[in-house]
């Protein structure tokens, strides 16, 4: 984790009351904000908190942050969940299973409330879309995974030369697509994916990204 940094939860302290969207204002339990290392050379986009993720306010949370947790354990970015799920602290207290410890890597969504009935309007993407800007500025990844079709359209617009309506994340899954200034990795959502995609996913990060030097596509700042 980056040595300046504090804490993993919302690290950049970002706005936890939040009422730029006021549908989703009585539907939400928690504004949830990015997660993980912010020195980190990996970025994970998904769509928008699930009704695990917002009742927990993290992005590994869920059913989808628990698959995601899951692989990216495999990949040794994340503490495995059973860890934390049997580790005691001094006080006898069970550690809290969606607060892990998590390296060069960090977790978000497009946007940061849940609704319990239908996905976020394109206005209320919106109203979320500086968030994650900020976090992308702050975090200046090398690798960003867009999880689902929404997120990988959204990232597209900004970092590829792609339109984005020329995506499919189902044929474009575990894949590394050239962007402006970043390499996008999508990934079909954990969610719903099979077996063989999931798998496929975790072989092409081992095989074509992590095995070799994945920062020479841009000139990395200093932290």
């Known amino acids: 984790m980056d040595a300046r940094q504090t804490e993993l939860a919302n690290p950049f302290g970002m706005d936890s009351e939040c009422e730029n969207c006021p549908e989703l204002c009585g539907t939400r339990s928690s504004v949830v904000h990015g997660y993980g290392d912010v020195g980190g050379d990996f970025l ?3 769509e928008a908190p699930d009704s695990g993720a917002d009742r927990a306010g993290s992005p590994l949370a869920g059913e989808r942050g628990s698959r995601l ?3 990216f354990a495999e990949l040794g970015f994340v503490e495995p969940l059973e860890d934390t799920e049997s580790t005691g602290g001094d006080d006898g207290e069970i550690e809290d299973p969606h607060e892990p410890t998590v390296r060069n890597a960090f977790f978000t969504h497009l946007t940061r409330c849940h609704h319990p009935e239908r996905p976020a309007t394109e206005e209320e993407r919106a109203n979320c879309e500086p968030f994650l800007n900020a976090e992308i500025r702050m975090i200046n990844p090398q690798i960003i995974v867009p999880v689902g079709q929404r997120p990988l359209e959204a990232l ?8 984005p309506d020329s995506f499919d994340v189902e044929s474009e899954h575990a894949s590394t697509v050239r962007g402006r200034g970043f390499e996008l990795v999508p990934m079909c959502d954990p969610t719903a994916a099979s077996a063989d995609q999931r798998e496929a996913f975790l072989e092409h990060l081992r095989e074509n990204v992590l095995q070799r030097d994945y920062r020479q596509t841009k000139g990395r700042r200093s932290r």
Do not use: L
């Not at 597209?156 to 339109?163: L, P, Q, V």
């Open 69 to 71: 947790r899951s692989m």
């Open 44 to 46: 994970v986009v998904a």
């Open 156 to 163: 597209a617009i900004e970092y590829t030369t792609r339109a």
